[in-house]
C-alpha cells in the first residue's frame, strides 16, 4: 500500500521531532553532569590549591611589612631619631589574611545518579509539552528533580521516579503543527548548547578541561610543588630581612 506524499511527510516530520527530542535531553543531561565535575573541580581546588596562596600571601604580606619597617628604620638612620615603641610593635604585626568562601567536600556523584536523572529528564522534560497547563505540571516536577540532582540526593530523585507520569497531551498530527514543533524544539535546542558551552568556557570549567582534571587523577601535583618552592623563598627572603632589620636597628640605637 502506497503512502500518499503528505503522510510520507508527516512521517519525517514525526522522526525529526524524535531525533531533535533525543538531542536536547542529552544536551541537558551534559550540562548537568558538567556542572557537577565543575562543582567537584572546584571543591578540591578549594580545598588543595587555595588554603598554599593563602599561605603564600601570608608570608608575602609579611615581607612587605617588614620592607616598610626597614624603609622606616633607615629614615632614623638618616634622621639620627630614636625608635619608637610604637615602631618595635608595628614589625610584629600580624599580616592580613585573604578569605575564600568555604567549600566543604562532598561525595562524588555516582553512575547511578546520572542514570536516574537521565530517566527522569525524558519522562518529564516540559520542552516535549505543548499544552500550557501540563506544561506547568512538568516544570514544577522538574523543579524537584533538579533540586535532588544538585543535592546528589539519590533517594529523593529514586522517589521521585516512582511518581506518576504525565502524559503528553495527543495531538493530531498536521504538517504545520509539526513544523511548528520542530522550529521550537531547535530553538530551546540553541539556548540548551549556549548554557552547557557557556558553564565549560567560564573560568572554572576552561581551567578544569585545560588540567584535564577527573576525579581519579591529581592534576594540582606540580601546582602544589611550585607553590611550596614559592613559599619556601618568601620564608627565606623573610628571615634575611629580619636579620637586616636588626641590624638596622642596632645602628639606630646602639
Known amino acids: 500500500m502506497s503512502i500518499n506524499p503528505?503522510?510520507?511527510?508527516?512521517?519525517?516530520?514525526?522522526?525529526?521531532?524524535?531525533?531533535?527530542?533525543?538531542?536536547?535531553?542529552?544536551?541537558?543531561?551534559?550540562?548537568?553532569?558538567?556542572?557537577?565535575?565543575?562543582?567537584?573541580?572546584?571543591?578540591?581546588?578549594?580545598?588543595?590549591?587555595?588554603?598554599?596562596?593563602?599561605?603564600?600571601?601570608?608570608?608575602?604580606?609579611?615581607?612587605?611589612?617588614?620592607?616598610?619597617?626597614?624603609?622606616?628604620?633607615?629614615?632614623?638612620?638618616?634622621?639620627?631619631?630614636?625608635?619608637?615603641?610604637?615602631?618595635?610593635?608595628?614589625?610584629?604585626?600580624?599580616?592580613?589574611?585573604?578569605?575564600?568562601?568555604t567549600i566543604h567536600e562532598e561525595s562524588l556523584p555516582t553512575e547511578e545518579l546520572f542514570t536516574t536523572y537521565h530517566s527522569l529528564l525524558i519522562r518529564f522534560h516540559p520542552d516535549v509539552e505543548t499544552d500550557s497547563e501540563k506544561r506547568q505540571e512538568r516544570i514544577a516536577r522538574m523543579s524537584k528533580i533538579n533540586q535532588a540532582y544538585v543535592q546528589q540526593d539519590l533517594e529523593k530523585l529514586c522517589s521521585l521516579r516512582q511518581e506518576e507520569d504525565i502524559p503528553v497531551t495527543q495531538e493530531a498530527d498536521n504538517l504545520v503543527r509539526l513544523v511548528r514543533k520542530i522550529a521550537k524544539l531547535r530553538s530551546v535546542i540553541k539556548s540548551a548548547e549556549k548554557r552547557k558551552n557557556e558553564q565549560s568556557k567560564s573560568p572554572l570549567g576552561t581551567l578544569m578541561n585545560t588540567l584535564q582534571w577527573t576525579s581519579s587523577t591529581d592534576v594540582f601535583e606540580n601546582t602544589k610543588e611550585m607553590l611550596e618552592e614559592i613559599i619556601d623563598q618568601q620564608k627565606f627572603l623573610w628571615l634575611n630581612q629580619q636579620m637586616r632589620s636588626a641590624q638596622l636597628l642596632t645602628e639606630v640605637d646602639p
Open 6 to 101: 503528505e503522510q510520507q511527510e508527516i512521517e519525517e516530520k514525526q522522526k525529526e521531532i524524535q531525533d531533535l527530542t533525543k538531542q536536547l535531553i542529552d544536551t541537558e543531561l551534559q550540562f548537568a553532569k558538567d556542572y557537577l565535575r565543575i562543582r567537584h573541580f572546584s571543591i578540591q581546588l578549594s580545598r588543595e590549591i587555595i588554603p598554599m596562596y593563602t599561605r603564600l600571601e601570608r608570608w608575602q604580606q609579611r615581607i612587605k611589612t617588614s620592607n616598610e619597617q626597614m624603609e622606616k628604620l633607615r629614615d632614623i638612620r638618616v634622621q639620627q631619631q630614636s625608635i619608637t615603641h610604637e615602631l618595635i610593635s608595628s614589625s610584629f604585626m600580624k599580616p592580613k589574611i585573604s578569605v575564600y568562601p
